[in-house]
């Protein structure tokens, strides 16, 4: 059984065939709603890989009106059986969006209209020792382009929880630096967040330094011109949020440490609450519009904020 995992390890088939014509219908729908580019991507690639890697190869389908309840909960299935059950829960929601839009607009029926998601266990995502941080900083020693870049990277995704999208989003002029994200004297950031819902948020000392030291290799890279911050080794143009979850997941595998880019995002929530941080600061510096967010972040600081108050009740 291959090792369940949250991503792929190899480009998953996404040509969809005679399928397509409507997932692009699809994308335009919701382009025209103005949803997040992000947001394009997932919903769209989910009926994709659904139709190339399903409906194509193990059926005899041809149009979306024949696909049936079996056919998506053999899908959930495979998903289950090869992935995360977090991974096939997106999956299914994103696969619902599309059907949903299917349903109305062509008035065919609707083959996830009964289904229930696959269910997902309640299990918090592990904050960072002060161990495997250290080892993460370790891995990153050094004064390569490569090195330098990675080290600011881990930094900032520490200092603020950001998405990998708004990361990789993080747009740098040197030569105007009121078109600028990056403001280290101040030490924030601008942050195009989702939706539209843009913020600033606020770096330590550490990470201020860390992007500095990065940003003066970066300014005899071949490709300094480029208005994204985040620039490929070598002579290559920006990283993709695809090679900079790469850049993250190479360095943890060379530290020995289980790293992914959401997981600083659940360890800045844990921190921020852990330390006595007002959870509608937290919730302003996240980009959260709902407080239900806080209980989904803040189950790992939970028990952590528990223990330490313990004895300050207890205690006669």
Not at 84 to 93: D, L
Not at 120 to 127: N, Q
Not at 224 to 237: E, F, I, K, N, Q
Request: proline share 5%; hydrophobic share 40%; charged share 30%.
């Amino acid at each position: 059984m291959a090792s369940k995992s949250p991503r792929l390890r190899h480009p998953r088939p996404l040509d969809a065939g005679r399928f397509a014509a409507d997932i692009a219908s699809f994308e335009l729908h919701l382009a025209a709603e103005n949803k997040a580019a992000a947001t394009i991507r997932i919903y769209t690639e989910a009926p994709r890989w659904f139709a190339a890697a399903h409906l194509l190869p193990e059926t005899d389908k041809t149009r979306w009106d024949q696909v049936d309840v079996q056919d998506v909960q053999r899908w959930m299935v495979w998903l289950l059986r090869h992935y995360s059950e977090t991974y096939a829960y997106q999956q299914y929601r994103s696969l619902q969006q599309f059907f949903r839009w299917l349903a109305a607009e062509d008035e065919i029926a609707d083959p996830m209209a009964r289904l229930r998601a696959p269910k997902v266990a309640d299990k918090p995502v592990p904050f960072f020792t002060s161990v495997e941080l250290s080892k993460l900083e370790k891995a990153c020693q050094g004064s390569t382009f490569a090195q330098r870049r990675d080290a600011a990277i881990l930094a900032v995704f520490r200092a603020t929880g950001i998405r990998l999208s708004e990361l990789a989003g993080i747009r740098y002029h040197p030569d105007d630096p009121s078109r600028s994200d990056v403001d280290l004297q101040r030490r924030e950031i601008y942050i195009r967040g989702k939706r539209g819902e843009d913020r600033i948020v606020r770096i330590d000392h550490e990470a201020a330094r860390r992007v500095d030291r990065y940003l003066r290799v970066r300014a005899r890279h071949p490709q300094a011109y480029r208005s994204r911050l985040w620039l490929g080794a070598g002579d290559r143009g920006p990283l993709t949020r695809d090679g900079i979850y790469q850049v993250v997941r190479r360095r943890g595998d060379q530290a020995g440490v289980r790293v992914y880019p959401h997981r600083f995002r659940h360890h800045f929530s844990h921190t921020w609450l852990e330390r006595g941080g007002a959870e509608g600061d937290l919730m302003e510096l996240n980009g959260w519009s709902s407080p239900q967010m806080l209980q989904r972040y803040g189950a790992s600081a939970r028990g952590a904020r528990a223990r330490r108050h313990y004895d300050l009740v207890m205690d006669d």
